[in-house]
């Protein structure tokens, strides 16, 4: 038998209606927002994740379905979808469009990670990017709509932290200051921090070693280093989330694991998925379009981990809308009937309502059993007196109350019902 690859997961028939929920969810607060939605491909030229993500980012270096294709192009499979979208941006000319572009997308994912609870190599993510406004407000509106993206599906247990990484000017003074602190435990740390110390040192306040992480307890912060322009910014992406009613906490160690940053970043985690506790994250990254060769154009946008989210919902036993049965089961008793019963759940559906038959050849009893099991919600048995009379009845199976119809009238039935 071939079993699927480490780290990744079918979503099966029984449990996509749950992905359909959270997914509708997610394009229904993009309508409220006035995003559009992206699509871009699954797979880029590697050097869009190299100089977009940052080749000190673990992503970068250590994550990335790379390979080459038959044209000898060095090809990689999207580990994110903000390179994608802003190669797109500028290959596309988006920047002439009325400003701000505001965009979504839901994607697949890839990177080659150590699977565990909330940590695939295949996941995905809805996430939006907003290109074009510098302004605060900006910032606030995209956090926004992530809080009321997980406030919809109903999940109240996440804390919102964000942070300033400031501008490069910001960096060049807050890395100085941060080296000085840690040119003392240089040899105490691991390998990549080490190598992180000259290219980003930024970099090692994201590491994941228990070494590594108690040298950078009493670091410098990079808050405490922000230009006035930044620290107004900050200030006043504080104020707008006040305006939209949403609660945060300002968490100075927060520094994402993408080098695109600029001034403010952002988190919603989780007490309840173990240590994978991110469900979304996110920042502004006004840098990224000149860097990938565009015009100088400001951007800020997030990502939601839908396992995460999924993984969240379940733990916490927050529900999903039931999965709906078909509005009607047509049983037939013998060649005759089970005709009938078919071409009865042709017409049903093509007035826009969903009927079953039986595929199966099972006897009207069992027929019964099965429209019970994919929760049917009404039956209709038909027989040789069916037919002759023309007439038949709906059995609702909610709660066994029964309606005479004539065959003429059945699409019209279940479509009056629908319509309810
Ligand atoms: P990220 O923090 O790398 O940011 O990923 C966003 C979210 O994707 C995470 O918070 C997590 O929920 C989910 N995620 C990441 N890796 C995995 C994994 N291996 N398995 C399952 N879920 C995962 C970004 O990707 C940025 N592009 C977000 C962004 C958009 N920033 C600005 N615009």
Redesign the pocket.
Known sequence: MINIPKGTKDVLPQDSYKWQYIESVARKVAKDYNLKEIRTPVFEHTELFQRGVGDTTDIVNKEMYTFKDKGDRSITLKP???AGVARSFIENGLSNSPLPVKMYYVIPAF?Y?RPQA???RE?H?F?I?VYGSASPDTDAEVISAAALFLDRLGIKNVRLNINSIGCKECRTRYNAQLRAYLLPHLDEMCETCRSRFDKNPLRILDCKEEKCKAITLDAPRIVDFLCDECAEHFKKVQEYLGCAGIEYSVDPNIV???DYYTRTVFEFVSGDIGAQS??????R?DGLIEELGGNYTPAV?????L??LLLLMENTGVGFPEDEGPDVFFAGMDDDSRKAAFSFAQKVRESGCSAECDHMGRSVKAQFKYADKIHAKYVVTLGGSELESGACRAKRMSDGSVYELKFEDIPEFFKKLKEQ
């Open positions: 994110e979808g903000t990177r990670e909330g940590r695939l996941f993510q996430g990017e994402r694991g993408l991110t469900v979304c994250g996110g920042g990254y946008g997030f990502a939601v981990g396992e995460r």
